[in-house]
C-alpha cells in the first residue's frame, strides 16, 4: 500500500530532528555496551543490565554470581548475560 502525502517543511524538520535524536542515542548505547570489560564493578553491572543498584543487589540475592577476592568484588559479563538469560520468559 502507497501512501502519498505532503508534510510541511516545519514538521519534516521536526521528524528529522527526532530521528537524529534517536540515531545518537542508539549509538551512544552501543558504545557503552562496548565500554565494559569482562568483569563489573557492582556499578557497572547495573548499568550494564539496565536495572537500579537496589535491583542488581535483588539479582545477587537470587543467585547473581559475584566473585570477591580480599575486599574486591566483581562480576563477569558472562555470568551476568547467563543469569538474564535464566530469568527471562
Excluded at 537470587?62 to 538474564?84: E, H, N, P, W, Y
Aim: aromatic letters at 8%.
Amino acid at each position: 500500500m502507497k501512501l502519498d502525502m505532503e508534510l510541511p517543511d516545519e514538521t519534516l524538520e521536526q521528524i528529522g530532528k527526532v530521528m537524529r535524536s534517536m540515531a545518537l542515542d542508539a549509538f551512544k548505547e552501543a558504545g557503552r555496551g562496548q565500554r565494559f570489560g569482562e568483569w563489573l564493578t557492582k556499578r557497572d553491572c547495573a548499568t550494564y543490565l539496565h536495572v537500579a543498584p537496589v535491583t542488581l543487589n535483588e539479582f545477587i540475592k537470587q543467585g547473581l554470581q559475584v566473585t570477591t577476592i580480599g575486599s574486591i568484588s566483581r562480576i563477569s559479563k558472562a555470568s551476568a548475560d547467563k543469569f538474564m538469560a535464566e530469568h527471562t520468559f
